[in-house]
C-alpha cells in the first residue's frame, strides 16, 4: 500500500480551513512523512490473540488495515475511533483510543486506514478489545488516549477510493459476540413504550434508551449528554437502527452516530399479546404433611389439552387472616403442559429425599407453597382476575371447612375448571379437627400424598 502526499496534505489542509470557522476548535498539522513502503499486515483477530490477560505494549513492527465505522462529528463519540475488518461482512472489530478531537475530519467512515502498532498499547474490558495509549492508576495499567502528537505516526490513512461501509443486517434475537465493534444495522425496532417522548440524552449525562422488536427482545442505545442531537426527541415509530455494537456488563449496546442511523419511518408493532388466562388451570393439591413439615407443597393442574405460558401469573397466599396478600409466587417463566402439573416446593432437598424427585417449581419458606394449613391460597392469572382459590380471604381457616393443618386439601376429580369462589364441595379436606364437614385424619408424607398425579 502507498500513502501519496500530496492527498494526504490536501485533507490536513481542509481540516485546517475548516477549523478556522469553528468556535474554540483547535488544530495541529501533524509532521507527516508519506510512505511508500509496503506493508505486511497481521488481521485484527490475529491482533486480539496478542492479548495475554493484562495490557501490554506491542514491540514489534506490526501493522494492520481497517476501515472506520464511527465519526465524532455529532459529538457522540469522544477520543475513539471504531474500525473493522472489511467494508462489508467483517469478521472482526476493534477501537483506538486517540487525544484527537473531530478526528471525523481526517479519519471519515468507510476511510480505509493503516495502523503501525509498534509501541501502541493492547488491552481488553468487557469482551472489547482496544489499542492507543497507556493509562496507569494505582500501579494497573490500562489501555488509554494516544497523545496527539503521535497519532499521525501511528494511523495513516491509505489513499484508495473510499467506497463506503455496508452495515451488517441484524435483528435483535440474532445479535452475538461475532459483531462486537463492527458496524451493524438492526432490523424491525422502535423506541420502547415507556420512553416515548423523551429526548436521546439527559444533558451531560450518558444516557441508556431502549431499542425493542415486536418480540418484546431488548437492545439499549447508548447517547451522549454532549452530543449535539442531545436534545431532540426520540422517533415515535419503527424501523432500522445503525451503529457500532459494543458491550458493557455483558449485555449488548449500540451507539449512533446521528440521528439519521434511527431509519423509522414504519408504523410501530401492535402490542403483542403473550399473555394468557384460562379456567382450566387451578390448585390440585395443598399439602402440610403431619409428620414433615419440610415436605410440603403445592400442585397446580391444567385441565385443557392446551400448553399454556404461565407470565404474568402468581400464586399468591393469604396468612391466616390477612386481608392482604402476605406472600407471592411469580409463575411467569413457566409452561404448564395440557393435563400437565406443576409442582411447588418450599424446600427442595427435602421435597427430593421425601417423594423421590425434584420439585417442577423451588421457592422458599413462608411462600405460598409453605402454608401450615390454616392459611388462603390464591391463583391469579395475568389481568389480576382470581382464577381459583382455596379458602376465604379474611378469614382464619383454623376449625373451618378450609383448615388442612397436618394433612392435606386434595381437589376432586370431576372439578375441571378453577373457581374464584372457594367451593368446598369441590374438595377432600383432611385436618387434625374435623371440624365443619372435614375430614379428622392426620396425613403422613410421602404415603398419604400424591405430588404430581391426578
Known amino acids: 500500500m502507498k ?19 469553528v468556535k474554540d476548535k483547535e488544530f495541529d498539522v501533524p509532521d507527516l512523512e508519506c510512505s511508500d513502503s509496503e506493508f505486511t499486515f497481521i488481521s485484527i483477530s490475529e491482533l486480539k490473540n496478542i492479548y495475554n490477560g493484562e495490557t501490554i505494549q506491542i514491540q514489534e513492527d506490526l501493522v494492520i488495515k481497517a476501515y472506520v465505522i464511527s465519526s465524532d462529528k455529532e459529538g457522540n463519540f469522544f477520543n475513539t475511533v471504531y474500525f473493522q475488518d472489511e467494508p462489508s461482512n467483517p469478521s472482526d472489530g476493534m477501537q483506538i483510543e486517540l487525544e484527537l478531537r473531530d478526528a471525523h475530519l481526517f479519519f471519515n467512515v468507510g476511510q480505509e486506514i493503516v495502523i503501525k502498532l509498534k509501541g501502541l498499547y493492547l488491552g481488553e474490558s468487557n469482551d472489547v478489545y482496544k489499542i492507543g495509549g497507556v493509562f496507569t492508576s494505582f500501579g494497573n495499567r490500562s489501555v488509554g488516549r494516544l497523545p ?3 497519532v499521525f505516526d501511528h494511523v495513516l490513512v491509505s489513499c484508495e477510493e473510499n467506497i463506503g461501509i455496508e452495515p451488517t443486517s441484524i435483528a435483535i434475537s440474532a445479535i452475538n459476540e461475532a459483531m462486537l465493534n463492527t458496524l451493524v444495522v438492526v432490523t424491525d425496532v422502535e423506541i420502547k413504550q415507556e420512553e416515548l417522548g423523551e429526548t436521546f440524552a439527559i444533558k451531560q449525562e450518558e444516557t441508556l434508551r431502549t431499542l425493542v422488536d415486536c418480540g418484546d427482545n431488548e437492545l439499549v442505545i447508548v447517547n451522549s449528554g454532549y452530543a449535539d442531537f442531545q436534545a431532540e426527541i426520540l422517533p415515535d415509530k419503527m424501523g432500522t437502527a445503525t451503529g457500532i455494537l459494543t458491550m458493557d456488563n455483558n449485555e449488548y449496546q449500540l451507539i449512533i452516530r446521528n ?8 408504523e410501530r408493532c401492535e402490542d403483542l399479546v403473550d399473555e394468557f388466562t384460562s379456567s382450566s388451570i387451578f390448585i390440585s393439591e395443598i399439602a402440610d404433611p403431619n409428620n414433615n413439615s419440610g415436605a410440603r407443597f403445592v400442585e397446580i393442574y391444567n385441565a385443557s389439552e392446551e400448553s399454556l405460558s404461565l407470565k404474568g401469573w402468581r400464586l399468591e397466599r393469604y396468612t391466616n387472616d390477612n386481608s392482604e396478600v402476605s406472600s407471592s409466587i411469580d409463575l411467569s417463566e413457566y409452561v404448564i403442559k395440557g393435563n400437565g402439573l406443576l409442582v411447588i416446593s418450599p424446600n427442595e432437598e427435602e421435597f427430593e429425599n421425601v417423594y423421590g424427585f425434584e420439585p417442577d417449581i423451588s421457592v422458599g419458606t413462608n411462600s405460598p407453597a409453605d402454608s401450615n394449613g390454616d392459611d388462603n391460597i390464591v391463583l391469579v392469572d395475568p389481568f389480576d382476575t382470581i382464577i381459583d382459590i382455596f379458602g376465604i380471604i379474611g378469614e382464619d381457616g383454623s376449625n373451618t371447612s378450609h383448615e388442612f393443618e ?18 368446598f364441595n369441590e374438595w377432600s379436606i383432611y385436618n387434625d379437627t374435623g371440624d365443619e364437614g372435614t375430614i379428622n385424619q392426620p396425613q403422613n408424607a410421602p404415603l398419604d400424598f400424591s405430588p404430581g398425579v391426578r
Do not use: H, P, W
Open 3 to 21: 500513502i501519496k502526499s500530496n492527498i494526504f496534505y490536501g485533507m490536513i489542509l481542509i481540516g485546517i480551513m475548516l477549523s478556522s470557522c
Open 148 to 150: 496527539k502528537n503521535v
Open 259 to 266: 440521528v439519521d442511523d434511527l431509519s423509522f419511518n414504519q
Open 406 to 423: 397436618d394433612g392435606r386439601a386434595i381437589r376432586k376429580l370431576e372439578v375441571i375448571t378453577g373457581s374464584s369462589v372457594f367451593n
